[in-house]
């Protein structure tokens, strides 16, 4: 029998925001192997799948990798429908690619399903544009922690001029600021923390950058969260109207 796995972006939060792609290939499915941060309201397009929990989150005990790549493998061979379901898009901080290379090298066909990502929805539901004409013209995804725990290149980022939306950034918020600030940024700088993004909890803490410590605080500021660190982030919070507010 023929050995596939898809690995599949279920999005933020939202199961509304499923693509009719990543439905597609759940409706196929066999074995769901999920990660933690998935709602399992998705699961709904996959009754009959075996669901096996492969939770993987930042500062929790987490599945090692090596046995997920396993468990993938062994389910593959036996020539059912795997979907490897990932919060978010499987290759914006999610392993995809990583995934894909370990199996294509073991003989095993991959389909890759784009998932919308939490920083765009969160911002979104914020009426936050992370780009805007005249005022950002890019964008720059990045993650806090690093593989090897080394340090960010600061300076570059706080004078590219685009707007930096920061994951898994909650527990190095002192090391954002700090970074950012010594970089040049301006202590004025708009952050926005957005918590739960794009679900019925989700919230917001508008801030800048030399206050966000303490309003973090104040805001009791939970994981999961990403951070828009930029000039868009002074844009309105009214849900579908982005109008930039001035100073």
């Given amino acids: ?85 990932k919060g978010g898009d499987p290759c914006i901080f999610g392993r995809g690619s990583e995934e894909a290379d370990w199996l294509v090298a073991q003989g095993i ?4 399903v784009n998932g919308i990502t939490a920083g765009l929805a969160g911002a979104t539901n914020c009426g936050i544009p992370l780009t805007l004409r005249g005022v950002a013209r890019g964008v720059t995804l990045l993650t806090a922690h690093t593989q090897d725990d080394s340090s960010l290149n600061w300076q570059a980022l706080a004078q590219s001029g685009t707007t930096l939306v920061i ?31 794009s679900l019925p909890e989700q919230r917001e803490c508008r801030s800048s950058l030399g206050a966000m410590m303490n309003d973090a605080a104040a805001f009791a500021l939970k994981s999961p969260a990403i951070l828009v660190i930029g000039e868009v982030a002074r844009a309105s919070s009214e849900i579908g109207m982005p109008q930039l507010l001035h100073a």
């Fill in 1 to 85: 029998m023929s050995a596939k796995v898809w690995l599949v972006g279920a999005g933020p939060g939202d199961p509304e925001l499923l693509t009719l792609k990543a439905v597609k290939a759940l409706k196929q499915a066999e074995v769901v192997m999920i990660d933690d941060l998935v709602n399992p309201a998705v699961l709904e397009h996959c009754p009959s799948a075996r669901i096996v929990s492969v939770g993987k989150r930042g500062g929790c005990r987490s599945t090692p990798q090596a046995f997920i790549h396993r468990l993938m493998l062994r389910y593959a061979r036996q020539g059912k429908c795997v979907v490897r379901l």
């Fill in 109 to 112: 066909e991959v389909e890759l």
């Fill in 167 to 197: 994951y898994m950034g909650v527990a190095k918020l002192a090391d954002i600021q700090t970074g950012l600030l010594d970089g040049g940024m301006s202590g004025e700088m708009p952050v926005a923390m957005i918590e739960n993004a």
